[in-house]
Nanobody, 124 residues
Framework: QVQLVESGGGLVQAGGSLRLSCAAS????????MGWFRQAPGKEREFVAA????????VYSDSVKGRFTISRDNGKNTVYLQMNSLKPEDTAVYYC?????????????????WGQGTQVTVSA
């Protein structure tokens, strides 16, 4: 049974930082590209960042580029999202997702597995 478990969310002031983690089990982690998505109240789920199986390729949405960094540790079956210079508009539930693929996708459709999400709230 595949499980993706996010952690590290919380309440932070604007300009602050958080690091999200997503621990994967039940799959061969190194065979999966990983992505982070987020969903704010009343809005559709949107792409945040993704990383290839090896970690050599990363992609970001324009809204987080330069502020967020995605990384992975295949030995620990974990993907991370370091979030710096947080803004109130970053407030959302953040989800990690896994896709068994050699490429990296910005859309949610191709992803095979999803976590339950972790809340990030940024106060002004």
């Amino acid at each position: 049974q595949v499980q993706l478990v996010e952690s590290g969310g919380g309440l932070v002031q604007a300009g602050g930082s958080l690091r999200l983690s997503c621990a994967a089990s039940g799959l061969t982690f190194g065979g999966y590209a990983m992505g982070w998505f987020r969903q704010a109240p009343g809005k559709e789920r949107e792409f945040v960042a993704a990383i290839s199986r090896s970690g050599l390729t990363t992609v970001y949405s324009d809204s987080v580029k330069g502020r967020f960094t995605i990384s992975r540790d295949n030995g620990k079956n974990t993907v991370y999202l370091q979030m710096n210079s947080l803004k109130p508009e970053d407030t959302a539930v953040y989800y990690c997702a896994a896709e068994q693929t050699t490429v990296v996708h910005r859309t949610s459709g191709p992803y095979d597995y999803w976590g339950q999400g972790t809340q990030v709230t940024v106060s002004a």
